[in-house]
């Protein structure tokens, strides 16, 4: 399965890292590489919360991710910081029902 990460350069080097489709799914790294990987790893934990706790699988939309987009862009404004995002695709293993 695959889902859209939204990428937050950090001042003092390395990203902040959010899945949209995840509700409270958020990571960082040190590089590009460990962000991805510390995402994955988040999404995987979370969408386990989520089945235990009996909650429908998420759902990505491009209206949800969109607006997630803005609302970063937002944040940064106003705390000055530079509006350079980026959005990647992350691949996501999914257990098949036997």
């Given at each position: 399965m695959?889902f ?7 001042l003092?080097?390395?990203y902040s ?8 799914c ?7 590489v460990?962000?991805?990987s510390?995402i994955r790893?988040a999404?995987?934990?979370c969408r386990d ?12 939309t491009?209206?949800l991710i969109?607006?997630?987009?803005q609302e970063?862009?937002e944040d940064r404004?106003a705390?000055?910081?530079?509006l350079?995002?980026?959005t990647?695709e992350?691949?996501v293993?999914?257990?098949?029902a036997?």
């Amino acid at each position: 399965m695959k889902f859209t990460v939204i990428l937050e350069p950090e001042l003092g080097g390395g990203y902040s890292i959010i899945c949209p489709a995840v509700p409270g799914c958020i990571s960082q790294g040190h590089d590009l590489v460990a962000a991805l990987s510390n995402i994955r790893e988040a999404i995987l934990l979370c969408r386990d919360v989520r089945r235990a706790d009996g909650l429908a699988p998420v759902v990505e939309t491009p209206e949800l991710i969109a607006r997630e987009i803005q609302e970063c862009l937002e944040d940064r404004a106003a705390e000055g910081l530079s509006l350079t995002i980026e959005t990647q695709e992350v691949d996501v293993e999914v257990e098949v029902a036997a």
